[in-house]
C-alpha cells in the first residue's frame, strides 16, 4: 500500500487520456479520506503530496510549496531533512501559541522510491492535533491540586480541634 501511494504521488499528474494504476486510485482515495493531516515531502522540502486535512490543518493553498513556509518549526523540518537523507527521524512535538494554543506531535518516516537520479527518498509527514488531551491533562491536574487545597484548609481546622482535645483539653470538659 505505502509503495503505491508513494510512487503514485510522486509522478507528475496524468494526463486525462492516462488511467492511474489501481492501487494509485486507491492510495488517493485513501489519503483523501484519512482524518489526520498527511504530507509527502520531497527534494528540498516542497510538499508533493497533502491530503485535506493536512491542507486544512496547515492553511495550504497548493501543492509544490516548500513545507519551511507552511510550517515554521526548526525540529520538525531537521526532521523532514534528515528523512530526506533517507535517516529515521521519529516523533517530534511541538506547541504554538498563536493564533490560538496548539499541541501537536509530528510523526516523520522516510521513504525510499525506485526513482532514477540521486534523490531517492521523500519524508511522509503525519501530524496528530494533541491540544485537546492536552487540556484535559492540565484541566486534572489543576483540579486536583485545587481539590487538594479546598481539603487541606477542613482538615487543618479538624485536626487542630482533635489536637486540642486530645492534648492541652483532654482533662478540662469547659475547653471541650
Same mark, same amino acid.
Given at each position: 500500500w505505502l509503495t503505491a501511494l508513494t510512487t503514485a504521488e510522486t509522478r507528475p499528474a496524468p494526463a486525462r487520456?492516462?488511467?492511474?494504476?489501481?492501487?494509485?486510485?486507491?492510495?488517493?482515495?485513501?489519503l483523501g479520506r484519512l482524518s489526520i %493531516? *498527511?504530507?509527502?515531502i520531497g527534494p528540498g522540502g516542497r510538499i508533493e503530496r497533502a491530503n485535506p486535512a493536512a491542507r486544512a490543518f496547515l492553511a495550504l493553498g497548493s501543492e509544490g510549496g516548500l513545507l519551511s513556509t507552511a510550517l515554521r518549526q526548526p525540529r520538525v523540518l531537521e526532521a523532514v531533512g534528515a528523512a530526506l537523507k533517507g535517516e529515521r527521524a521519529g516523533v517530534v512535538e511541538y506547541s504554538a501559541l498563536? %493564533? *490560538?494554543?496548539?499541541?501537536?506531535?509530528?510523526?516523520v518516516e522516510p521513504i525510499r522510491l525506485d526513482v532514477p537520479g540521486p534523490l531517492p527518498f521523500r519524508a511522509m509527514l503525519v501530524l496528530a492535533d494533541e491540544t485537546s488531551s492536552k487540556r484535559a491533562e492540565r484541566m486534572r491536574a489543576d483540579f486536583l491540586a485545587n481539590a487538594s487545597h479546598e481539603l487541606r484548609t477542613p482538615l487543618a481546622s479538624l485536626s487542630g480541634f482533635i489536637e486540642t482535645i486530645a492534648g492541652p483539653a483532654r482533662d478540662d470538659p469547659e475547653a471541650q
Amino acid at each position: 500500500w505505502l509503495t503505491a501511494l508513494t510512487t503514485a504521488e510522486t509522478r507528475p499528474a496524468p494526463a486525462r487520456a492516462e488511467r492511474r494504476s489501481p492501487e494509485g486510485e486507491a492510495a488517493d482515495v485513501m489519503l483523501g479520506r484519512l482524518s489526520i %493531516p *498527511v504530507l509527502l515531502i520531497g527534494p528540498g522540502g516542497r510538499i508533493e503530496r497533502a491530503n485535506p486535512a493536512a491542507r486544512a490543518f496547515l492553511a495550504l493553498g497548493s501543492e509544490g510549496g516548500l513545507l519551511s513556509t507552511a510550517l515554521r518549526q526548526p525540529r520538525v523540518l531537521e526532521a523532514v531533512g534528515a528523512a530526506l537523507k533517507g535517516e529515521r527521524a521519529g516523533v517530534v512535538e511541538y506547541s504554538a501559541l498563536t %493564533p *490560538v494554543e496548539s499541541h501537536v506531535r509530528a510523526y516523520v518516516e522516510p521513504i525510499r522510491l525506485d526513482v532514477p537520479g540521486p534523490l531517492p527518498f521523500r519524508a511522509m509527514l503525519v501530524l496528530a492535533d494533541e491540544t485537546s488531551s492536552k487540556r484535559a491533562e492540565r484541566m486534572r491536574a489543576d483540579f486536583l491540586a485545587n481539590a487538594s487545597h479546598e481539603l487541606r484548609t477542613p482538615l487543618a481546622s479538624l485536626s487542630g480541634f482533635i489536637e486540642t482535645i486530645a492534648g492541652p483539653a483532654r482533662d478540662d470538659p469547659e475547653a471541650q
